[in-house]
């Protein structure tokens, strides 16, 4: 009940406002090294809002929309800047939103691990805003491809959403959707070029790293660590 209070009176206003502040303050932008950062978690937000009215989720209560809305604005916090799952809860955002952030921060010390992503999916709040981040991001990509020239960077966020997320929404259909959908987008303008070819039969074996599902070419080992 307390923390159900506490989610009531912080406001998504509050949660955007320590966001701007707190990315602001790295001097960080989105990948074209012109856009505010602040612009990706707003995004994210506008999805849970969006999505919530087009019934692509359904979630008990509207509590929990608004827990999920804050912590789409305070989802990189953690990870990109310098506050602390502590530092959160001592400028009083609550609880539940703190707890869907941490889920949603990725470790630091190399690639994302399988454990990583059972957190988020065993959650279930952080798995809809992490469909909702990856969601933007991929709007991202799409505006940064360009048809006809290798853009390995998202190639490889490509294969890593085919590889660790989409898994995670085999029983939320809708929300799949919206992956496949923008995934769909991108792999076309990709493949312009017949030398960008993405793999995505889990029969296909890397000669790199030796596991299934990608191929040498887009082996995540190769392209360093997707965002």
Known sequence: MKDRLAVTEFTIWEADRIAYIAHGAMGQTRTDNVTAYIAHPRRVCGLIKEWHKAEVFVVP?????????????LHDV????????????????????????ERLTKPHDGPSPPSYYQGIAEHDLAIIVKCAD?????????AEVVPGMRNQRWKNY?????????PMYASLPKLRAELTNRLDAIKEALLDAPSTSIAMSTADTCTECGKNGHEA??????GGRAR
């Open 61 to 73: 209560s509207l509590f929990d929309v608004k827990t999920m809305m804050c912590a789409a604005l």
């Open 78 to 101: 953690i990870e990109d800047t310098s506050l602390t799952a502590y530092d959160l809860l001592h400028l009083n955002v609550p609880r539940p939103v703190v707890e869907v952030v």
């Open 134 to 142: 990856r969601a933007s991001n991929l709007e991202d990509a799409l």
């Open 158 to 166: 490509v294969q890593k959403t085919y590889d660790d997320v989409l």
């Open 217 to 222: 070419e887009f082996c995540p080992a190769l």
